[in-house]
């Protein structure tokens, strides 16, 4: 199964940004990896959706923790998307994962390793 590749991730104190990056080109040019999200999972936790994109990137979902603070967006030409963090939390620490929905059934998957990303207070 064509796994994504997450990238971005690091260090930074609360109230700095990141930028992640998924690469989706693994799909090849022509794939339509339909809904895109953006997921993360602290220890001891469950992996919870933190944003969505359509494929047109006309339709966007964040979760009320990050609402005003992140912003997904996509370049399908580019193959690839991101996540914007600004105002970042200690309590925004986490794995973070992109994930295809190519039926936008809510059934995400090709997930990758993840890019950690830690804040510090």
């Known amino acids: 199964q064509v796994q994504l590749v997450e990238s971005g991730g690091g260090l930074v104190q609360a109230g700095g940004s990141l930028k992640l990056s998924c690469e989706t080109s693994a799909f090849g040019p022509a794939f339509h990896t339909g809904t895109m999200g953006w997921f993360r999972q602290a220890p001891g936790t469950v992996r919870a959706l933190v944003a969505k994109?359509?494929?047109?990137?006309?339709?966007?979902y964040y979760a009320d923790s990050v609402k005003g603070r992140f912003t997904i967006s996509r370049d399908n030409a580019a193959g690839m998307v991101y996540l914007q963090m600004n105002s970042l939390k200690p309590e925004d620490t986490a794995l973070y994962y992109c994930?295809?929905?190519?039926?936008?059934?809510?059934?995400?998957?090709?997930w990758g390793q993840g890019t950690q990303v830690t804040v510090s207070s």
């Open positions: 994930a295809a929905d190519p039926t936008n059934t809510g059934a995400y998957g090709n």
């Open positions: 994109i359509s494929w047109s990137g006309g339709s966007t």
